[in-house]
C-alpha cells in the first residue's frame, strides 16, 4: 500500500510550510507577473514527483499537474504559483490515498 510518506517527503523537499493548507489543487492566482523564473526554481524536479505522485496514489492533482506541465520549457512567474498551490493542496490532503485492490479489506 502507498504511504503518505512520499508526499510528505515531497513537501519538505521543496519546503513547503505546514500553514496554509489549500481546498483546490489548481488556482491560477491574479496579480502575478508573466516573467520568466530562473533556473534557481525547481520547476521540473517538482513536476516529476507529482508525475509519480499520479500514477501511485493521487489521480485528484492529474489536471492541475498536467496543466502545470505545459509550461516546463519556459515557466513564469504565476505557473510557479500554480506549482505551489497544488503543493499547498497536497499538505491539506497528504493522508488522502488511492487504494486499488478486490474487495472492502484493508490488508497490507
Sequence with gaps: MFEPVYTENILERFKMPEENP?????DRSS???EDSVGS??????VL???RYLITAA???ISLAASLTGRAV?????ADWTDVKCVLKYLRGTSYYVLLYGAGNSRER
Design 73 to 77: 520549457d519556459r515557466p513564469t512567474e
Design 58 to 60: 493521487r489521480p485528484d
Design 22 to 26: 489549500a481546498t483546490m489543487p489548481c
Design 31 to 33: 496579480g502575478v507577473t
Design 40 to 45: 534557481h526554481v525547481p520547476y521540473r524536479a
Design 48 to 50: 516529476g514527483c507529482l
